[in-house]
């Protein structure tokens, strides 16, 4: 078993998810939130930072991580308005669990998330300070932040889980036992306790390393009052309930016995006198307080409170729904998913029946360590690249994109090295705007990290840097599987730089949710922002086009009236600037941005080469569906696609109109547009017909989305279709070559 793989809440809002089933969780919060309070008021007053950082570890999903977002944002608001701060202050917010977690979940519910905050904050009469939200994969028992630069860590029922099964449990050594039970052996409760102790110890000498001189930690656990590590309370009785289940199945022939006597759980509940040796022995750390709570394990909402023997039964389905929540990846991973339900329905019995019966009301105990250290639019909604790996894939489908960024790698070297030479930070935060997934994603990362890499080797940089990349995209992006290819990229990143003699810095990868058009980042924190084939894509369908004033056009058409091209261009130059805007609020004085977007050519907005051609046959799709009866004519005339192509000039200009970037070059490339591999060559009749069926998919793993938002899903498979019958007829009567244009503005903010 493979933790950082194998392990995650379960993900989605179905009955039996974490977002469903987290209610034990949700009050271990609400009872630390004083000492979350005053660790976050303690930071304001000793520090005041102009920005924090707050870091969540072990964060999952669903209401309980932005449960932890809202109350900081509150306590900050509420110092705020009694003058703790006088300037805004701002805040940055990582999320911090295993790869596996449900990172889409979060990023898709942060635009509800912002507006009931605000609406919080305006009913006590506070204004919520600008904070922006980023994910950020990976074991909290590694690196996840560069030097000196958090601010607060909390972590809330998260530490206790161990990074693996302890070392050296082999076989049948804790036979029958899943965890630490009654027939243990005291040989494997000491290696569960080792386990623990080295993990601990791990993750505060990480934290120390990352966290700045007088900053804060709060750690909830679940622990044990006892000394004896055998008596747990109520999580000794949950594991050895679990382990009745399993021990019915190997009865009934459902599981193998070897299967059962090879399962531990990596979960430790430490006592208050182990963690205070712990933190003694890090040195680094001094315990401002310690609390130990007791909580119920009513795994129920109090507004479900049954009465009489309903009220066991239904405890008993809630306390089985809630650890098949949190233990469901760990034991389908080991026993396979055909036992689930059966397993989970026993264990759901056995807790009723141990509830009818039991006594003593046995509580969960938590215990909150609080440590100090001595060192939007419908668009927004709405588009994204097409998720999966599957034939229609953006995975799958964007060769021409990748062209791009290879085309514009000698423009990144260079304001990378420029950066380490003009502004040799110790941290360098880069961020990639519009980053998609897949192979492209990384692409970039790993072209920065060899420039870097050859730099270090050149001496340009004396000492360590680190590098914190940011891919930032819209909620509706697949972050999940960039989070789940991470440790591949790593290892291959890895052997690449071995093999060249090179050492690569240590980096770190967060992702970050949200229109590019708005504030994604404090104030003077990033020192190069890069964006390859996004920034062309508008913010919204061009203000006032409205109706059927595009009759027929999905885009700037030949029968396209002027006063609709007029309105393409008002949004595209309203967006750019926003977007420049909110970019040197941003970025660090003498900071660079490379942006690289889709453009043309020609002054005449009409002519963007092949981009022009390509939703032109596109329309003519449509249009033959309508005609089919197929698509209304009112849907196709309402439909407008959100992108612009802009030309040299206008890119120059707008940036001119800025004042605060100057431009240190313009480079203009013409691609062919074929959307296959270099090694896909074919010829004659079947050439054509390949690269239609591949520009079809291409486009289509782009704009398949905003297509069904607008027309629905049954019409993709005959529009795709037709669109790449009718690209093959236009290739094979094709007098001049079309191309598709990109330019790409290398800009340095201005000192």
């Known amino acids: 078993m493979k933790i950082e793989r194998d392990f995650h809440m379960m993900k989605g809002d179905d009955e039996f998810s974490y977002a469903e089933n987290s209610r034990m969780q949700k009050r271990a919060i609400l009872a630390a939130k004083p000492i979350v309070e005053k660790a976050v008021r303690d930071v304001c007053i000793d520090l005041h930072p102009q920005s924090m950082v707050i870091a969540d570890l072990g964060c999952s999903f669903g209401a309980n991580t932005l449960l932890f977002v809202s109350?900081?944002?509150?306590?900050?608001?509420?110092?705020?308005?009694?003058?703790?701060?006088?300037?805004?202050?701002?805040?940055?917010?990582?999320?911090?669990?295993?790869?596996?977690?449900?990172?889409?979940?979060?990023?898709?519910?942060?635009?509800?998330?912002?507006?009931?905050?605000?609406?919080?904050?305006?009913?006590?009469?506070?204004?919520?300070?600008?904070?922006?939200?980023?994910?950020?994969?990976?074991?909290?028992?590694?690196?996840?932040?560069?030097?000196?630069?958090?601010?607060?860590?909390?972590?809330?029922?998260?530490?206790?889980?161990?990074?693996?099964?302890?070392?050296?449990?082999?076989?049948?050594?804790?036979?029958?036992?899943?965890?630490i039970g009654a027939t243990t052996p005291p040989s494997v409760a000491k290696l569960y306790q080792n386990q623990f102790e080295k993990d601990f110890s791990q993750f505060l000498q990480m934290r120390c390393m990352e966290i700045v001189p007088g900053g804060r930690m709060v750690l909830t656990v679940a622990g044990r009052k006892s000394k004896d590590v055998f008596n747990a309370g109520g999580t000794t009785t949950l594991f050895e309930l679990l382990s009745q289940g399993l021990h019915t199945l190997v009865a009934e022939g459902r599981v193998a016995k070897e299967k059962l006597d090879s399962f531990?759980?990596?979960?430790?509940?430490?006592?208050?006198?182990?963690?205070?040796?712990?933190?003694?022995?890090?040195?680094?750390?001094?315990?401002?307080?310690?609390?130990?709570?007791?909580?119920?394990?009513?795994?129920?909402?109090?507004?479900?409170?049954?009465?009489?023997?309903?009220?066991?039964?239904?405890?008993?389905?809630?306390?089985?729904?809630?650890?098949r929540a949190a233990m469901e990846s760990l034991i389908s991973s080991h026993f396979g998913e055909?036992?689930?339900?059966?397993?989970?329905?026993?264990?759901?019995?056995?807790?009723?029946?141990?509830?009818?019966?039991?006594?003593?009301?046995?509580?969960?105990?938590?215990?909150?360590?609080?440590?100090?250290?001595?060192?939007?639019?419908?668009?927004?909604?709405?588009?994204?690249?097409?998720?999966?790996?599957?034939?229609?894939?953006?995975?799958?489908?964007?060769?021409?994109?990748?062209?791009?960024?290879?085309?514009?790698?000698?423009?990144?070297?260079?304001?990378?090295r420029e950066i380490c030479i003009d502004l040799h930070p110790q941290s360098m935060v880069i961020v990639d705007l519009g980053c998609s997934f897949g192979a492209n994603t990384l692409l970039f990362v790993s072209e920065v990290i060899t420039t870097i890499c050859k730099n270090r080797n050149s001496a340009l940089?004396?000492?360590?840097?680190?590098?914190?990349?940011f891919l930032n995209d819209l909620p509706g992006n697949d972050f999940n599987q960039i989070f789940q290819s991470l440790?591949?990229?790593?290892?291959?990143?890895?052997?690449?730089?071995?093999?060249?003699?090179?050492?690569?810095?240590?980096y770190y990868v967060a992702a970050?949710?949200?229109?590019?058009?708005?504030?994604?980042?404090?104030?003077?924190?990033?020192?190069?922002?890069?964006?390859?084939?996004?920034?062309?894509?508008?913010?919204?369908?061009?203000?006032?086009?409205?109706?059927?004033?595009?009759?027929?056009?999905?885009?700037?058409?030949?029968?396209?009236?002027?006063?609709?091209?007029?309105?393409?261009?008002?949004?595209?130059?309203?967006?750019?600037?926003?977007?420049?805007?909110m970019r040197c609020r941003e970025i660090v004085h003498g900071g660079r941005m490379v942006l690289t977007v889709v453009g043309r050519k020609s002054k005449d907005v009409f002519d963007a080469g092949r981009t022009t051609i390509i939703f032109e046959l596109l329309s003519q799709g449509l249009r033959t569906l309508v005609a089919e009866g197929r698509v209304e004519k009112e849907k196709l005339d309402y439909f407008n696609i959100p992108i612009y192509c802009p030309s040299v000039d206008e890119l120059k200009q707008l940036v001119w109109r800025n004042n605060l970037l100057d431009i240190s070059?313009?480079?203009?490339?013409?691609?062919?547009?074929?959307?296959?591999?270099?090694?896909?060559?074919?010829?004659?009749?079947?050439?054509?017909?390949?690269?239609?069926?591949?520009?079809?998919?291409?486009?289509?793993?782009?704009?398949?989305?905003?297509?069904?938002?607008?027309?629905?899903?049954?019409?993709?498979?005959?529009?795709?279709?037709?669109?790449?019958?009718?690209?093959?007829?236009?290739i094979e009567s094709e007098v001049e070559k079309s191309t598709i244009t990109v330019i790409t503005l290398y800009l340095q903010a201005k000192y």
């Open 71 to 179: 109350e900081a944002i509150t306590t900050i608001c509420e110092d705020h308005n009694n003058t703790i701060k006088e300037s805004p202050m701002e805040i940055q917010f990582f999320l911090n669990d295993l790869p596996g977690n449900d990172f889409n979940h979060i990023f898709q519910s942060l635009e509800q998330f912002e507006q009931s905050t605000t609406q919080d904050c305006t009913c006590k009469g506070l204004q919520p300070p600008p904070h922006f939200v980023a994910g950020l994969p990976g074991s909290f028992y590694t690196r996840l932040f560069p030097c000196n630069s958090v601010h607060l860590f909390h972590s809330s029922m998260s530490v206790m889980w161990l990074s693996q099964v302890p070392e050296h449990l082999d076989g049948s050594m804790n036979e029958g036992n899943i965890h």
């Open 264 to 323: 531990n759980i990596p979960f430790y509940c430490p006592s208050a006198d182990e963690l205070k040796q712990l933190v003694q022995q890090c040195e680094l750390l001094d315990i401002s307080d310690i609390q130990l709570l007791e909580i119920d394990g009513n795994a129920m909402d109090d507004s479900e409170q049954a009465e009489d023997i309903s009220a066991t039964h239904t405890a008993g389905k809630s306390m089985s729904a809630s650890l």
């Open 338 to 416: 055909g036992i689930l339900e059966e397993l989970f329905t026993v264990f759901a019995r056995k807790f009723t029946s141990y509830i009818e019966s039991d006594v003593e009301k046995s509580g969960i105990t938590s215990k909150v360590r609080s440590w100090y250290a001595s060192l939007a639019s419908t668009i927004d909604r709405d588009f994204h690249m097409m998720k999966g790996d599957d034939e229609f894939s953006y995975a799958k489908n964007s060769r021409i994109q990748r062209r791009a960024i290879l085309a514009t790698r000698p423009m990144v070297e260079k304001a990378v």
């Open 461 to 469: 940089e004396e000492s360590t840097m680190e590098v914190q990349f």
């Open 487 to 506: 440790e591949q990229f790593e290892q291959l990143k890895k052997q690449h730089c071995a093999c060249r003699g090179l050492q690569p810095p240590p």
């Open 512 to 581: 970050l949710a949200g229109s590019f058009y708005t504030r994604l980042f404090p104030s003077n924190t990033v020192h190069f922002f890069h964006s390859s084939m996004s920034v062309m894509w508008l913010s919204q369908v061009p203000g006032n086009l409205d109706g059927s004033m595009n009759e027929g056009n999905v885009h700037i058409g030949a029968t396209t009236p002027p006063m609709v091209a007029k309105l393409y261009q008002n949004q595209f130059e309203k967006d750019f600037m926003q977007f420049l805007r």
């Open 665 to 730: 070059d313009v480079q203009l490339f013409e691609m062919d547009g074929n959307p296959m591999d270099d090694l896909e060559p074919i010829e004659g009749a079947a050439a054509a017909q390949a690269t239609g069926q591949s520009m079809s998919a291409t486009l289509r793993a782009a704009i398949e989305s905003l297509i069904a938002s607008h027309f629905g899903d049954s019409i993709l498979d005959e529009l795709f279709t037709v669109f790449a019958h009718n690209f093959t007829s236009y």
